[in-house]
């Protein structure tokens, strides 16, 4: 089997497409990568890409990226070359071409028009590879949006103790993970030692067997896991989920709805002993700044992970405040940390910051007695 790696995922500032539509024409495979034989000669040789069925549909680029080439040749008529990273992927057997040598593209933009079928041959730094491999990847990243339950390979059958909780855990991450990952970066929560030592152990055991990088590494699969390494993944997320709900009890007193009181009690009962959650109170000084609004943050994105959107939570409200749209480049910036929750809150729900910001001073007065 191929061995891939990390360099080879492809980064896409405008997200991610397939070559065409489904609903324009449903792919079906003609011809594959490889030693194939002639369909109509019976003779073996090789084929140098993927050849789908076509109909006429729209072309588009696949990610962000840079017209390399326009042409005919005998084998594949017209053609439109598009580099996309390290990659380079040819488009086959094109009637109208609608960019120009050297033009700019983003996903989803159209550049060509396909005959009766389409020819795909795909070269990372110049060696070919099979383009089922690179257009899985691509699918991959488009679906993307999916946080809980789908980032694993697709095909990969995982299970995990919370596969009935999965789309629950989905919202409650939509609103919280934010704050989880802000509380981890700054060290205001940690996580148990157990769950620590299982995550060392469970990735040193995968790169010893060689678990990592069977296949293309995408969006929601970076380490390129194939099927086999299945009962990995789902160890992983158990471990992961089971932190992030250990941290929704301990810090907002948040549970799943499907748990009876006893499983609460449990929970709040080992985050306790396992001292998951930093003691606010530790070291203890009379501060007036230290008196506080909860306020949560968090972006998301659409099915193709294209459109962004932003979302606000002040004083635990359950509905929270309206949902503002925002450019991808900010919601990368976010998501990496780049602009703090307060920053970003400032940025759009002004007004709401504002009224944040008067409760505070109000308090002060109140407590120094202003």
Not at 82 to 102: I, L, T, W
Not at 114 to 122: A, D, K, N, P, T
Request: some cysteine; overall charge negative.
């Amino acid at each position: 089997m191929k061995r891939y790696s990390q360099e080879m995922f492809l980064q896409s500032e405008s997200g991610y497409c397939m070559p065409y539509s489904a609903e324009e024409c449903d792919p079906k495979p003609l011809l594959g990568f490889g030693e194939q034989k002639d369909p109509k000669t019976g003779k073996t040789f090789f084929h140098h890409g993927l050849d789908l069925t076509a109909n006429g549909a729209k072309l588009l680029a696949m990610a962000t990226g840079k017209v390399s080439g326009l042409g005919n040749d005998p084998v594949h008529q017209g053609y439109v070359k598009v580099r996309y990273g390290h990659y380079e992927v040819e488009y086959g057997h094109v009637e109208e071409v609608y960019a120009g040598f050297g033009m700019d593209v983003t996903a989803g933009q159209p550049i060509a028009l396909s005959g009766q079928m389409l020819h795909i041959g795909v070269r990372f730094n110049g060696e070919e590879i099979d383009p089922v491999e690179f257009l899985g990847m691509i699918y991959s990243n488009a679906m993307s949006s999916s946080m809980v339950g789908s980032d694993a390979p697709e095909g990969m059958k995982v299970q995990t103790d919370y596969d009935k909780d999965l789309d629950e855990i989905g919202r409650l991450m939509v609103r919280y993970l934010p704050s989880y990952m802000d509380e981890l970066r700054t060290g205001a929560y940690k996580p148990t030692a157990q769950t620590e030592d299982a995550l060392k152990n469970i990735l040193v055991q995968g790169a010893r067997k060689n678990y990592y990088f069977e296949c293309l590494p995408s969006v929601t699969n970076p380490l390129g896991l194939s099927d086999r390494s299945a009962l990995l993944v789902g160890i992983v997320q158990n471990l992961i989920i089971g932190d992030f709900l250990n941290y929704l009890a301990v810090r907002h007193t948040v549970f799943l709805s499907s748990w009876d009181e006893s499983q609460k009690k449990k929970m709040l009962n080992e985050a306790s002993d396992n001292s998951g959650f930093i003691d606010p109170l530790k070291d203890f000084r009379i501060d007036v700044r230290s008196f506080d609004v909860p306020r949560v943050a968090s972006v998301y994105p659409d099915n193709a992970g294209i459109r962004w959107w932003t979302k606000a939570w002040f004083n635990n409200r359950e509905k929270g405040e309206d949902v503002i749209e925002i450019s991808r480049e900010m919601a990368i910036k976010f998501i990496q940390g780049e602009i703090s929750k307060d920053a970003w809150l400032e940025r759009y729900y002004p007004k709401q910051m504002s009224i944040y910001h008067n409760a505070i001073e109000m308090t002060r007065k109140q407590l120094l007695g202003l």
